[in-house]
Nanobody, 122 residues
Framework: QVHLVESGGGLVQAGGSLRLSCVVS????????MGWFRQAPGKEREFVAA?????SYADSVKGRFTISRENAKNTVYLQMNSLKPEDTAVYYC??????????????????WGQGTQVTVSS
């Protein structure tokens, strides 16, 4: 079984930055595509960013957020800059097969973390 644990969430003012981390317990971390998703109250879970051999981003975060991974530490990061109140949500990391048809699709991912709250005040 693969376990994912996120950390790094918190309360920040608009324009500030946070870095989320997700540690994955598996011996085969490099085999997985990794994604970050978020879910605001009353809304569906939405794609934020993904990384496999390349990176991809939702239009709403492009240019502000950066996803990266450190395979030696089984960790994926999400650097979030120029945060806006609309970025407020619970952020989840997820792991899935590298051959998935769409890295933005929730259903393509097999494993999920418990989430970390990010709150951006105006």
């Amino acid at each position: 079984q693969v376990h994912l644990v996120e950390s790094g969430g918190g309360l920040v003012q608009a324009g500030g930055s946070l870095r989320l981390s997700c540690v994955v317990s598996t011996r085969t971390f490099s085999w997985y595509a990794m994604g970050w998703f978020r879910q605001a109250p009353g809304k569906e879970r939405e794609f934020v960013a993904a990384i496999s051999g390349s990176t991809s981003y939702a239009d709403s975060v492009k240019g502000r957020f950066t996803i990266s991974r450190e395979n030696a530490k089984n960790t994926v990061y999400l650097q979030m800059n120029s945060l806006k109140p609309e970025d407020t949500a619970v952020y989840y990391c997820a792991a899935g097969p590298t051959y998935m048809s769409s890295r933005a699709a929730v259903d393509e991912y097999d494993y999920w973390g418990q989430g970390t709250q990010v709150t951006v005040s105006s």
